[in-house]
């Protein structure tokens, strides 16, 4: 088993997400449309050392006396921290690279606010799986088995209640149509000549500003809203498989307004999407304050995910600079997210 590898300082910076239409379709064989957050993201350092050794903010540093001492520490999930996100990684990427990594240093670093709905967790787990495999000098994987391999470290090693959504856009890198409405083999690479990718990667024609913020103190885990909701689904609720149906119409509709520039069209797409959601789940109230002050102020928006952080379209500056101070009145943690064509998205 060779284990020699990259001997350079690797950083892998992976975006937060924001889903603009679709969801939560897409654990139900529906649609998203989502973006890319770049004023968020995780950070993974990875750099050859004589011992591993693991960090973050949250854990700190903890040292391995070799490998066994590492390997041995593969089982401990009892915490969704950055530290245990790496120790799931490892051994997904041995089982998919075939080999163990170089012993080295990993250092995760977030600015991705946690459990508001911004993919903190599958950002890390996807810039560690990149880490790795240069810091193995193997060929990354194609973006969507990536994300294949990213969603069974959360999946099947932590427990957590997760899709393929956050995991494609934050391996893409780009805006992103989701469709989930055939079975796929999520964590295979396709065979030559096919595609097995649910994405479509989106071009916009023209420049678009959007807007996320949360209330800080003010988080839900997606777990709380998924759980009742995939049970209710699951007996057959009509208002919840009505919904899921037309959700999917909506991602595919604001892909669509997305590409043609048509800012209207896409915050009808979002406004609906939120009016669906709110239809089958019980919503926060600070959430929903947050969905009512940028509307009553011109704007559209809805959830980025299920944590309650909320995504913005304003039609002019006007709109946007009076959703901005009703935002901030609420005590929101606002940044500016640009979706047009000289966005800065990661290669």
């Excluded at 910076?13 to 973006?35: H, K, T």
């Excluded at 420049?207 to 049970?231: C, I, K, T, W, Y």
């Excluded at 995504?311 to 709109?319: A, E, F, H, Q, R």
Aim: charged share 20%; net charge negative; hydrophobic share 45%.
């Amino acid at each position: 088993m060779d284990e020699r590898g990259n001997d350079e300082l690797i950083v892998e910076r992976v975006p937060a997400r924001a889903a603009l239409a679709g969801n939560p379709s897409d654990g139900y064989a529906g649609a998203v449309f989502a973006i890319p957050v770049d004023a968020y993201a995780a950070t993974v350092t990875v750099q050859p050392a004589e011992h591993w050794s693991i960090s973050d903010e949250l854990s700190g540093q903890r040292e391995f006396d070799g490998w066994d001492e590492l390997a041995g520490a593969f089982g401990q999930v009892d915490a969704d921290t950055p530290h245990v996100l790496v120790l799931a990684t490892i051994p997904s990427f041995i089982e998919n690279a075939g080999q163990r990594p170089p012993t080295c240093s990993i250092k995760v670093t977030t600015t991705i606010p946690l459990s508001v709905g911004l993919a903190g967790s599958s950002a890390i787990v996807v810039g560690v799986l990149r880490a790795l495999y240069r810091a193995a000098a193997r060929p990354l994987p194609r973006p969507f088995a990536v994300a294949g391999i990213a969603l069974g470290v959360e999946t099947g090693r932590l427990g957590i209640t997760a899709g393929m959504q956050d995991r494609l856009v934050q391996s893409h890198g780009r805006p992103v149509l989701m469709r989930f409405d055939t079975p796929r083999e999520f964590g295979a690479e396709p065979a030559p000549g096919e595609d097995r990718d649910t994405s479509q990667l989106a071009v916009p024609g023209a420049d678009m500003r959007f807007l996320v913020a949360h209330r800080p103190n003010l988080s839900e885990p997606s777990q709380l809203v998924h759980g009742d909701l995939r049970r209710r689904f699951d007996a057959g609720d009509r208002t919840v498989r009505a919904a899921m149906s037309q959700l999917s119409a909506h991602a595919i509709s604001a892909r669509d307004a997305f590409v043609a520039g048509d800012a209207e069209s896409l915050g009808a797409s979002m406004d609906a999407t939120y009016d669906l959601r709110a239809r089958m789940i019980d919503l926060v109230p600070g959430h929903v304050e947050m969905v009512e002050a940028v509307r009553n102020a011109g704007a559209s928006a809805n959830y980025t995910g299920s944590g309650g952080a909320i995504v913005v379209l304003s039609p002019n500056d006007g709109v946007e600079s009076a959703a901005l101070r009703s935002l901030k009145s609420l005590g929101c943690e606002i940044v500016s997210v640009g979706a047009g064509p000289d966005a800065p998205w990661p290669a």
